[in-house]
Structures are given as structure tokens and as C-alpha cells.
């Protein structure tokens, strides 16, 4: 089986040790098809993973908002709803970061006589929109002028047009059967809720699952909206014969710029249409596809961690056939190729199988990411891209990790192979493997330091980093871990496991390279998981903990869609046994810095408020200025950590645009400290008014001075449609929700797909080591232990590396997640203990599969067998 040293060898020679290659890896298959099993397992899942993530991401990229209102327009002419930072890092070119604005730009009204007058267009209209409640339950619904109805289009089935400031157009769906024409309405619209005048009743096929709309006539829809010189957009539709692109063409060359609001003019026409009406849709898609592509890293690094861990486990587990092949011959040359051809052939077909399986995993993890603004697409094509995709890493990873693996035995000449062959247990690992170990695990670990120095994202991705180093490091320094792990539990094991625990402590203690193997796929399912879930209810909590510190309102009035007015709070103020109250409007703004030299656009939730009264409702806990200061359009306060990050203080000011792009420096007049629970910025409510698509309070807090009060709110505020009052809890002042759906369906993902994969990996590893001892089990039974201390032995075991992993990987979760606690939250990590004992019953489980399952035949053979 040899090949001649010094010389060149024939075409037959090749021909020769191919065929002989061949050969060993065909009974290699067969002999370990058990071993090769469980690897076929573990790819096929890490395959089925990868090519999921791809399907979903590439279903993400591919997405656009539905076009539903404007299904009936050619075209829709609105501002430009991005905005863009630039600036110079030290030493490297200028770069620039954009990011999508919360609430509407508007254009100026006079555009609408420029796209008139383009050539092609027949029709342009004017289509702003104000939020509307119906009826006493305050149904939601959006407000419209008549002259829009025809970008939809709807079409009137009763009735006639508005003619008269108290005469309306209703949608269909939003009328009780058998009204008609003539019959009233309640409407709440900009004001307390009053009749209005059903003057026809229309229909659309195209209302998808945006609000249905009731109609005004254009002038009384203008006052409503309140910014008689800006629109919202203007829908345009071209004459016959005009084709999109035309349209388009001419549109941009007739409208540079708005030069009126600063705002660049945009064309949407076919699919881009769908951005008019959902104005968040495009810049909530480039965060998801964030979220997604950072937890896609973590994702192949799990995967290209079991694929290496448990292909290098099967080839360590033949360490001694290996070096008998080599002893009685076998030339390096042909152990690889024999050992690539397994690995090829096993590789291949569960990246196949893989492939084939991450379409119904990729289709179930869209349908809990899409919704009704971005519906995510599946082309035809997708499928197979992202099964290709997986086939492609696996097949690319899969050869070169087994070579590695074979290389300690290939690099043995055949006489040294001799005593190699006496044992299965493999070598200490080598010098470099060591070092790498500690390099990485001393990276996590200053990665960690660095974290609690940084806030925000930066602290995020340090931790984050310092998370996976760590998993690496201990996937490196296994047997070295392992081993220490036995000292410590080592001696309780034979204490209290009698026979037993005698044989499963020196089972374990002379095979710390199995044992590491053993432990490294339950430490990355520990740490992930722990990561994942912890960093989530640590803010969680100790945002929590912020606004239940700070609501001093016994009462909240939440209301119709449209919002309450200014006068809805001061007839509030005037109820019996109220103390104090005052609205809290919703926004956001986008701010502008530096995060370590580069550019960084956030999006910041903030809180409108009216500071009279307010320190009767709401304690931000002030650290410096007056809240009672907070008035005007031009005054801001700011949390203590987002102060100290811009280094200002009372009497500064800060750069901002408002959610609409409106650029303003507002003066700081108060820092508080609790910002995690109420946001980093709050501003007066007459500041945010006129750049919100909604500008009425979405609620009302109210302090109380008896039991009466809240009937007598109510009673205040009876004009107003769909009323409720209720006691106040903490998520009436937190900033943003505790859970949204789809922080919900990126938990489901993150923490069940990939951390029922990282399990299964759990199961095919042990499955996979406890293969291999089948001649060390027989063994055991053939010298006279009994199926009792045998199974015993295993229970044991399977204790052991469970605890292990357990303990290891919640340090190695430990690490990070305090850096990134103290950082973010000024606490300790926090994990709900529900949740860690669900993980812990998960690993133990999957644990017990992989050990004492393919063990009970060998439990079950008789001493003569």
C-alpha cells in the first residue's frame, strides 16, 4: 500500500493507492456506519440551519410594502423619507450612514402645479390623511378628501360626493347594515367627537390591511390636517398610452428637489408605490436584516463548530485504526484520501438533505417574521439558492476539517504509528491548539472589560464578541478544562457512586479528550441560549423596574385612534379628585454622533409631554435643572447616560432632527437619571406637534385623591369616542413596550431553532462518543460488571458532563452578559429562573438520549457474548 519514497510515482502507482483509497473508505462506511450516522445528523441539521437563515434573509432583502391605497395611481410623488450623516474618521475617507425618519415628510403644496403641468400625466391630486375614530367604540379609521378616493380607487355605491363641511364618505366596511345616505355619523376627528352627515357609501377591492377611510370634502380635510402649506403626498395618474417608466422620467426631471422644506422629492411608481403608504416598512426591513445577518454570524459559527467538533470526534475515535493503517503501510497520501472520500461522501448527502430541509424550517421562520406593512416574498428561485447555499459550506468546510483531524496520525512514521496504535485515546492537544485556546479565551475576557466601558450598540458587540471567543476557547481547551472539571467533581462521583462512581470518575479522568468533546456542544448550547435570553430580560427588567419607579399616576385615560387634544387634558384637570394630569405624546427622533471615530444615526423613542403638572404624574428622578422648564419648542431633557455620552448638561444644546427630518437644537433644561425606563430624551409636546402624523396625546396620566376620580374622568371626558380609564401600570410611561411581536419571533428563532439545533448537536456528539466505547462496554461486562453498575456508571457519567457543561457555560454566559448588564443597565444579569430550568432540563435530557441510549446494547449483551 506504500508509496516509493524519492521518486516520482506511475500512473498505475496513483492509479493503484486511489483504488486502495477507495476501497478503505467504502469499509469504513460500512464498519462505522453507527459513527458516520450521527455526523450525518449533525451536518444535515447545521445544513438545514444555514440554508433558513438564507432563505429568510434573502426573502427580507426582497420584501416591499403591499400597495394598497395607491393601487389606483400611476404614481406617487413623496419626500424623500431617508436622512444622512457624514464625517470624516481619523485617518480613512469621509463615510456617510443613512437612516429611514419615524414619522412623515411632507412636500410643499406647490409641487402640485409642477406635476400637473408634466407631460403624460392626466390626473394629480393631493392626498393627505388624519386619524379618524368611529362611533362611541372608536373604531380606527383614516381620513381622506374626496378628490383621493380615485388613487385607490374607490367607487361610490350609494350616494353622492361630499359637498358641505358636515358631509362624509364612508367606507363600506365601516358602516352598520342598512344605513344609508342622509343618516348620521359620530366621527372624532381633530377635536371632540360630533355628527357628521353619510353622504355615500363606496367600496374598494384594494383596502388590504390598511385602516378603511372615511371622506371629507378637500377644504374641510385641509383644515383638519392642520398644515395647510405641505401635503403628505401626491398620487398622479398619467394618461393613456404612458408607461411607468416614462412617468417616472418625466416626474424626475420636472421635480429635482423641494427646496421649499428641504426635503429631496421622491418618485415611486410600481412596487416602491407600497413606501408612500407604510412609511416605517423600508427602514424596519434594514434593521430586521440587521438583526437577522448579526444573529446569521452566530448562526454559522454555531453550525461550523459542530460540523468540525463532531467530524474531528469521529476521526479522533479511530485514532487507533488509523495508526495501524499507517503502521502496516498505508502512506499518508492514502489515509487522507480514504478519510476525504468518507467524509465527501457523508458531507454531500446530508448538505442534500439539508437543503431540501431548510425550505419548510426557512418558510415557518418567515411566516412568524412577516406582516402586514412588509409581506416577505418567496421567489421561485429562493428555495433552491438557499439550499445551494448550504450545500456549498458544508461541502467547503467538510474536507479540509477532517484533514486537520487526520493529521496527527498522517504526520506519524509507520514504526512510531506502532504504539499509537496501542491506545484510542489520542494525544494531548498540541502546542498551537493550546495557545490559540488562551489567546481567544484571553480576548473574551478583555472584550468583556471593554463592554462595560462602552453603551449601546458598542457594548453589545463586545459582549457579543466576547461571547464567542469564549465558546471557542473552550471548544480549544476542552481536555484541559475537562480535566479541571474532574478534579472538582471527580471526588463526589466515587464518594457517593460506589463501584459505579469509581469507573465513571476513571473512565472520565483517563479520557479528558472525549470528556471535552463531551462537554464543548453542551457549553455552547448553555452560553448561547443564557446570551440570548438573558441580555433581553436583564433591560426588560431593569427598565421595568425604572417606570414602576417613576409612575406616580394613579390613573391613565387611553382613547381613540385620533389621540386626545390639549382640551381633553385641561377638561381632565378639571375633574373632581384629580390632582394632577397631563398627555403623553409618542414620537421619535433621530440623532446624530460618533460611536468610537464613525458615523452613527440612532433612532430614539421619545416621550411628548406638558411639564405643567407633570412632576404630579411622572419622577424621571432629576439629577440637575427643572423639569417645570420643560416648555416651549425649543427645550429638551435628557438622560444622565446619554448627557454624559454627548458631554452636555443644563444650558446646552443638542443636535436633533425630529421624526418628521426637521432639524433642531434644542436647549437642555433637566437630566434625569431614569432613562432606560422613560428614554433618553423628553420634550415639551407643543415641540412635537406639528412633526407627528398623529398629533393628539395617546394618553392621559391622571393622579388621584379618592376613589370617585375615575368615574369622574370618565364623565370629563364623554365627548370623546372609545374612552377607557383603568389604574396605571409601569408600560404606560416605558418608552417602548415590553415585548412586541417581533422581538417575540426573533426570540423563537434565535433561542428555538438554534438552540434546538445546538441540542441536537448535544445528541449526535454523545451519540457519536458512546459508539466508539462499544468494545470498552463489552469489555466491562466480559470482566463481570453488571448491568446495574453499567448503567449506573453511564447515569453517572451523563450527570457528569451535564453539570459540567451546565456550570461552564453559564460562566462562560456569565462573563459577557455582566459587562454588558453593568454597561446598559447598572445591574446584575438576570435570567429568569423558569426559563434556566427549562434549559437545564433540556440538557440533561438530550444528555441522557446520546449516553444511554446507544449504550443499551452493550448493557444488554451476557458475559459470554
Same mark, same amino acid.
Given at each position: 500500500m506504500a508509496e516509493?519514497?524519492?521518486? @516520482?510515482? $506511475?500512473?498505475?502507482?496513483?492509479?493503484?493507492?486511489?483504488?486502495?483509497?477507495?476501497?478503505?473508505?467504502?469499509?469504513?462506511?460500512?464498519?462505522?456506519?453507527?459513527?458516520?450516522?450521527?455526523?450525518?445528523?449533525?451536518?444535515a441539521a447545521a445544513a438545514a440551519l444555514l440554508g433558513a437563515f438564507a432563505f429568510v434573509i434573502g426573502s427580507v432583502l426582497l420584501a416591499q410594502p403591499p400597495v394598497d391605497r395607491y +393601487?389606483?395611481?400611476?404614481?406617487?410623488?413623496?419626500?424623500?423619507?431617508?436622512? $444622512?450623516?457624514?464625517?470624516?474618521?481619523?485617518?480613512?475617507?469621509?463615510? *456617510?450612514?443613512?437612516?429611514?425618519?419615524?414619522?412623515?415628510?411632507?412636500?410643499?403644496?406647490?409641487?402640485?402645479?409642477?406635476?400637473?403641468?408634466? =407631460?403624460?400625466?392626466?390626473?394629480?391630486?393631493?392626498?393627505?390623511?388624519?386619524p379618524v375614530a368611529l362611533g362611541d367604540d372608536g373604531s380606527a379609521a383614516v381620513g381622506r378628501s374626496w378628490p383621493s378616493a380615485v388613487l385607490t380607487p374607490y367607487e361610490l355605491t350609494e350616494g353622492r360626493a361630499p359637498?358641505?363641511?358636515?358631509?362624509?364618505?364612508?367606507?363600506?366596511?365601516?358602516?352598520?347594515?342598512?344605513?344609508?345616505?342622509? =343618516?348620521?355619523?359620530?366621527?372624532?376627528?381633530?377635536? +371632540?367627537?360630533? +355628527?357628521y352627515t353619510v353622504s355615500g357609501v363606496a367600496h374598494t377591492g384594494h383596502r388590504g390591511a390598511g385602516a378603511p377611510a372615511v371622506f371629507f370634502t378637500e377644504q374641510r380635510l385641509t383644515a383638519l390636517a392642520g398644515h395647510p402649506g405641505t401635503v403628505d403626498t401626491i398620487?398622479?395618474?398619467? @394618461?393613456?398610452?404612458?408607461?411607468?417608466?416614462?412617468?417616472?422620467?418625466?416626474?424626475?426631471?420636472?421635480?429635482?428637489? =423641494?427646496?421649499?422644506?428641504?426635503?429631496?422629492?421622491?418618485?415611486?411608481?410600481?412596487?416602491?408605490?407600497?413606501?408612500a403608504e407604510w412609511l416605517d416598512a423600508i427602514g424596519g426591513r434594514n434593521e430586521l436584516a440587521q438583526l437577522l445577518a448579526a444573529v446569521t454570524g452566530t448562526v454559522v459559527m454555531v453550525a461550523l463548530l459542530v460540523i468540525a467538533s463532531t467530524l474531528s470526534q469521529a476521526i479522533h475515535q479511530r485514532s487507533a485504526e488509523l495508526a495501524l493503517l499507517r503502521a502496516v503501510g498505508a502512506s499518508p497520501r492514502q489515509i487522507k484520501s480514504a478519510i476525504g472520500r468518507e467524509v465527501t461522501r457523508v458531507a454531500l448527502a446530508a448538505a442534500v438533505l439539508g437543503g431540501v430541509g431548510c425550505v419548510p424550517l426557512g418558510l415557518t421562520m418567515r411566516s412568524l417574521l412577516t406582516s402586514d406593512a412588509l409581506p416577505l416574498p418567496v421567489p421561485v428561485w429562493?428555495?433552491?439558492?438557499?439550499?445551494?447555499?448550504?450545500?456549498?459550506?458544508?461541502?467547503?468546510?467538510?474536507?479540509?476539517?477532517?484533514?486537520?483531524?487526520?493529521?496527527?496520525?498522517?504526520?506519524?512514521?509507520? +514504526?512510531?504509528?506502532?504504539?499509537?496504535?496501542?491506545?484510542?485515546?489520542?494525544?494531548?492537544?498540541?502546542?498551537?491548539?493550546?495557545?490559540?485556546?488562551?489567546?481567544?479565551?484571553?480576548?473574551?475576557?478583555?472584550?468583556?472589560?471593554?463592554? *462595560?466601558?462602552?453603551?449601546?450598540?458598542?457594548?453589545?458587540?463586545?459582549?457579543?464578541?466576547?461571547?464567542?471567543?469564549?465558546?471557542?476557547?473552550?471548544?480549544?481547551?476542552?481536555?484541559?478544562?475537562?480535566?479541571?472539571?474532574?478534579?472538582?467533581l471527580g471526588v463526589p462521583v466515587r464518594r457517593l457512586g460506589g463501584v459505579a462512581g469509581f469507573l465513571a470518575d476513571r473512565t472520565a479522568t483517563a479520557h479528558t479528550r472525549r470528556l471535552g468533546a463531551a462537554i464543548t456542544p453542551i457549553v455552547l448550547v448553555v452560553a448561547f441560549v443564557c446570551v440570548q435570553l438573558a441580555a433581553g430580560t436583564t433591560l426588560e427588567r431593569a427598565a421595568d423596574r425604572q417606570a414602576a419607579a417613576a409612575l406616580r399616576a394613579d390613573l391613565v385615560a387611553t382613547g381613540p385612534a385620533a389621540g386626545f387634544p390639549a382640551e381633553a387634558v385641561a377638561a381632565v384637570r378639571k375633574a373632581p379628585g384629580v390632582s394632577a394630569a397631563t398627555g403623553v405624546m409618542r414620537s421619535a427622533v433621530v440623532l446624530a454622533h460618533r460611536e468610537l471615530g464613525d458615523p452613527k444615526l440612532e433612532r430614539l423613542p421619545v416621550l411628548g409631554v406638558s411639564a405643567d403638572q407633570l412632576t404630579g404624574v411622572l419622577d424621571p428622578r432629576v439629577t440637575s435643572g427643572d423639569l417645570r422648564n420643560l416648555t416651549g419648542s425649543s427645550t429638551i431633557a435628557v438622560g444622565e447616560e446619554r448627557a454624559h455620552s454627548l458631554?452636555?448638561?443644563?444650558?446646552?444644546?443638542?443636535?436633533?432632527?425630529?421624526?418628521?427630518?426637521?432639524?433642531?437644537?434644542?436647549?437642555?433644561?433637566?437630566?434625569? @437619571?431614569?432613562?432606560?425606563?422613560?428614554?433618553?430624551?423628553?420634550?415639551?409636546?407643543?415641540?412635537?406637534?406639528?412633526h407627528v402624523s398623529a398629533p393628539g396625546d395617546e394618553r392621559v396620566l391622571i393622579g388621584s385623591t379618592g376613589p370617585d376620580t375615575a368615574e369622574a374622568v370618565r364623565k370629563a371626558l364623554a365627548p370623546y369616542s372609545g374612552v377607557r380609564v383603568r389604574a396605571a401600570v409601569? =408600560?404606560?410611561?416605558?418608552?417602548?413596550?415590553?415585548?412586541?411581536?417581533?422581538?417575540?419571533?426573533?426570540?423563537?428563532?434565535?433561542?428555538?431553532?438554534?438552540?434546538?439545533?445546538?441540542?441536537?448537536?448535544?445528541?449526535?456528539?454523545?451519540?457519536?462518543?458512546?459508539?466508539?466505547?462499544?468494545?470498552?462496554?463489552?469489555?466491562?461486562?466480559l470482566v463481570g460488571a453488571g448491568r446495574r453498575q453499567l448503567t449506573r456508571m453511564l447515569f453517572l457519567e451523563t450527570g457528569l458532563v451535564a453539570v459540567a457543561g451546565l456550570v461552564i457555560g453559564t460562566v462562560v454566559a456569565a462573563i459577557p452578559l455582566s459587562a454588558f448588564a453593568v454597561s446598559m443597565a447598572g445591574t446584575a444579569p438576570y435570567m429568569p429562573p423558569v426559563q434556566y430550568g427549562v434549559l437545564a432540563g433540556a440538557v440533561i435530557v438530550a444528555a441522557a438520549a446520546g449516553t444511554l441510549l446507544p449504550a443499551s446494547a452493550a448493557r444488554r449483551r451476557r458475559i459470554n457474548a
Open positions: 516509493r519514497s524519492g521518486a @516520482e510515482p $506511475t500512473a498505475d502507482a496513483r492509479a493503484g493507492s486511489r483504488r486502495a483509497s477507495a476501497f478503505l473508505a467504502r469499509r469504513s462506511l460500512r464498519v462505522q456506519r453507527r459513527a458516520w450516522a450521527a455526523v450525518f445528523a449533525a451536518t +393601487a389606483g395611481a400611476d404614481a406617487v410623488v413623496a419626500a424623500d423619507q431617508k436622512v $444622512t450623516y457624514t464625517v470624516k474618521p481619523w485617518g480613512s475617507e469621509p463615510r *456617510t450612514v443613512t437612516a429611514y425618519l419615524p414619522e412623515r415628510a411632507r412636500l410643499d403644496r406647490s409641487l402640485l402645479a409642477k406635476v400637473r403641468a408634466v =407631460d403624460g400625466v392626466a390626473n394629480a391630486v393631493v392626498d393627505d390623511s388624519v359637498r358641505t363641511p358636515g358631509e362624509v364618505v364612508v367606507d363600506a366596511s365601516l358602516v352598520p347594515a342598512g344605513t344609508r345616505p342622509s =343618516d348620521p355619523v359620530r366621527l372624532q376627528v381633530g377635536g +371632540a367627537a360630533r +355628527a398620487g398622479v395618474v398619467a @394618461e393613456q398610452g404612458v408607461s411607468s417608466g416614462a412617468l417616472n422620467s418625466a416626474l424626475r426631471d420636472a421635480l429635482p428637489s =423641494d427646496t421649499a422644506t428641504g426635503r429631496d422629492v421622491r418618485v415611486l411608481t410600481g412596487a416602491g408605490r407600497g413606501q429562493l428555495p433552491f439558492a438557499a439550499g445551494g447555499a448550504a450545500v456549498l459550506v458544508v461541502a467547503l468546510v467538510a474536507r479540509p476539517v477532517a484533514a486537520l483531524a487526520a493529521r496527527g496520525i498522517t504526520r506519524l512514521r509507520p +514504526a512510531a504509528a506502532l504504539g499509537a496504535a496501542r491506545t484510542s485515546e489520542p494525544a494531548a492537544p498540541g502546542r498551537f491548539r493550546t495557545i490559540t485556546g488562551a489567546v481567544l479565551a484571553f480576548a473574551g475576557i478583555g472584550s468583556a472589560g471593554v463592554a *462595560t466601558a462602552q453603551g449601546g450598540q458598542a457594548a453589545a458587540a463586545a459582549a457579543s464578541g466576547a461571547a464567542a471567543s469564549l465558546v471557542i476557547a473552550v471548544a480549544l481547551l476542552g481536555p484541559w478544562i475537562a480535566r479541571g472539571a474532574m478534579r472538582v458631554g452636555v448638561g443644563v444650558g446646552d444644546t443638542v443636535e436633533l432632527r425630529l421624526g418628521d427630518g426637521t432639524e433642531t437644537e434644542p436647549r437642555v433644561v433637566a437630566v434625569y @437619571e431614569r432613562s432606560l425606563g422613560l428614554g433618553e430624551f423628553m420634550l415639551p409636546r407643543t415641540a412635537l406637534t406639528g409601569p =408600560d404606560d410611561v416605558r418608552i417602548s413596550p415590553s415585548t412586541s411581536e417581533q422581538d417575540d419571533a426573533l426570540i423563537v428563532i434565535g433561542v428555538g431553532v438554534i438552540g434546538g439545533f445546538a441540542l441536537l448537536a448535544v445528541v449526535s456528539t454523545l451519540t457519536l462518543i458512546t459508539v466508539g466505547r462499544k468494545d470498552e462496554l463489552r469489555l466491562l461486562r
